[in-house]
């Protein structure tokens, strides 16, 4: 580091991830609204829960998404090239997050913002256009408020060619 300085904010990264692997540990309302999200950008997803939420369940069914029903153990993170650890369990996340750690694999860790290597930014997406709202995890009030105000401008059509 050249200078010893506060950084404020993340800076914003659009990765090409459509053939990356992804593992989600986890299957609840969090990991669900994530995995929905990512199914719009990758199309190897793999979810290992012993239980899962109804979208999840559908995303599946529908071949969005792979769903193993089962408990979390390491070997379900191998050839991952994200993971997302979404398990109600802190100690879990926490091992997962180690696990990754050693294994070089970028996790996000929904339960400590500070284990993760990338944040999951309010999204807005229209055809070719995606917009990523993140506050550094900081105020999730005003990144939803500022989404939906883009929502509604694409909505009135205020952007449209």
Same mark, same amino acid.
């Given at each position: 580091?050249?200078?010893n $300085?506060?950084?404020?904010?993340?800076? *914003?990264?659009?990765?090409?991830? $459509?053939?990356?692997?992804?593992v989600?540990?986890?299957?609840?309302?969090?990991? !669900? %609204? &994530?995995?929905?999200?990512m199914?719009?950008? #990758?199309?190897?997803?793999?979810?290992?829960?012993?239980?899962?939420?109804? &979208?999840?369940?559908?995303l599946?069914?529908?071949?969005?998404?792979?769903?193993?029903?089962?408990?979390?153990? %390491?070997?379900?993170?191998?050839?991952?090239?994200?993971?997302?650890?979404?398990?109600?369990? *802190?100690?879990?996340?926490?091992?997962?997050? !180690?696990?990754?750690? #050693?294994?070089?694999?970028?996790?996000?860790? #929904? !339960?400590?913002?500070?284990?993760?290597?990338?944040?999951? *930014?309010?999204?807005?997406?229209?055809?070719?256009?995606?917009?990523?709202?993140?506050?550094?995890g900081?105020?999730?009030?005003?990144?939803?408020?500022?989404?939906? #105000?883009?929502?509604?401008?694409?909505?009135?059509?205020?952007?449209?060619?």
């Amino acid at each position: 580091m050249m200078k010893n $300085r506060e950084l404020k904010g993340f800076f *914003p990264f659009f990765a090409d991830i $459509r053939d990356k692997k992804t593992v989600v540990i986890g299957a609840g309302k969090i990991a !669900s %609204r &994530r995995i929905e999200t990512m199914t719009q950008f #990758c199309a190897n997803i793999v979810v290992v829960a012993p239980e899962a939420t109804d &979208r999840v369940l559908t995303l599946a069914e529908e071949g969005w998404i792979t769903f193993r029903q089962k408990t979390y153990d %390491r070997e379900d993170l191998f050839g991952a090239d994200l993971v997302l650890a979404a398990t109600n369990d *802190p100690k879990l996340n926490d091992e997962i997050h !180690s696990v990754c750690k #050693c294994l070089g694999i970028w996790v996000n860790v #929904c !339960s400590d913002q500070q284990k993760c290597d990338f944040q999951f *930014p309010g999204i807005v997406k229209q055809d070719e256009i995606v917009i990523g709202i993140n506050a550094a995890g900081t105020n999730h009030k005003k990144v939803k408020k500022i989404r939906e #105000c883009v929502e509604e401008a694409f909505a009135k059509g205020e952007w449209n060619e």
